[in-house]
């Protein structure tokens, strides 16, 4: 069975510092790996995601992830934080062997301090 | 807007009483998710249907739950006899029948059972 583990309830950052915030997963086939994001009374937004090829994705408001197999990892990082990248943010796996059921982590509240 | 939308987005109603939600999804989608969503935790998966077929439940998914997709367009999610334990937000989402889509959320209907 897949799952996702994101074992932070919550990063602090530094405003201008870079954040890092983890996602590991368990799949049986290959993983197809995604980050969203979630602002207070909102729906989540897909930010990024990996499917095959480089390792290191990038995706919108300056957001990249690194897969790492070895690791079964799949972080999220930006070089540079910003206030307004105070949010939720939940990793997501879905198994590329053959089901369209995407697996959400219990989230990551990151707060960026000015 | 040509999003996924959801209505109503707030429902509070009595123990015992029944409940249906909507979802429009994307217009050209043929997958549609429902997940389900409490204070603190990630989405977790409740059903998904590509165009007007279910094609899988969550075993946590209890018979008062069904979902329909009968025209493979918009989706009804009933919840019937309805028990504090189902007070969430339910999260609609569509996605594009190639393997790699990722979803597209709608806002979510909040559901506060008294």
């Known amino acids: 069975a897949q799952s996702v583990a994101q074992p932070e309830d919550q990063v602090n950052v530094a405003e201008g510092n870079p954040l890092t915030v983890k996602c590991t997963y368990s799949?049986?086939?290959?993983?197809?790996l995604f980050w969203y994001v979630q602002y207070p009374n909102r729906g989540l937004q897909f930010l990024l995601k990996?499917?095959?090829?480089?390792?290191l994705v990038k995706g919108s408001y300056g957001f990249e992830a690194e897969f790492n197999k070895s690791q079964t990892s799949f972080h999220l990082k930006k070089p540079s934080a910003l206030v307004s990248d105070s949010a939720l943010y939940f990793c997501?796996?879905?198994?590329?062997?053959?089901?369209?059921?995407?697996?959400f982590g219990t989230g990551t509240r990151l707060k960026v301090l000015a | 807007d040509t999003g996924v939308s959801q209505d109503p987005r707030h429902k509070i109603t009595k123990r015992g009483q029944n409940v249906t939600f909507r979802c429009d999804p994307i217009?050209?989608?043929?997958?549609l998710y429902w997940y389900r969503q409490t204070l603190g935790q990630g989405p977790e998966f409740l059903t998904y249907?590509?165009?007007?077929?279910?094609?899988?439940k969550s075993r946590l998914l209890s018979d008062r739950f069904s979902a329909e997709r009968p025209k493979g367009s918009f989706s009804t999610l009933e919840i019937q006899r309805t028990e504090q334990g189902d007070s969430a937000m339910y999260l609609c989402?569509?996605?594009?029948?190639?393997?790699?889509?990722?979803?597209?959320f709608g806002e979510g209907s909040r559901l506060t059972v008294l």
């Open positions: 997501a796996v879905r198994d590329g062997a053959g089901t369209y059921k995407y697996i």
């Open positions: 989402a569509s996605s594009l029948i190639e393997s790699t889509g990722e979803l597209f």
């Open positions: 799949v049986s086939g290959n993983p197809y």
């Open positions: 217009s050209e989608h043929n997958r």
């Open positions: 990996y499917i095959t090829g480089d390792n």
């Open positions: 249907f590509q165009n007007e077929a279910q094609l899988e």
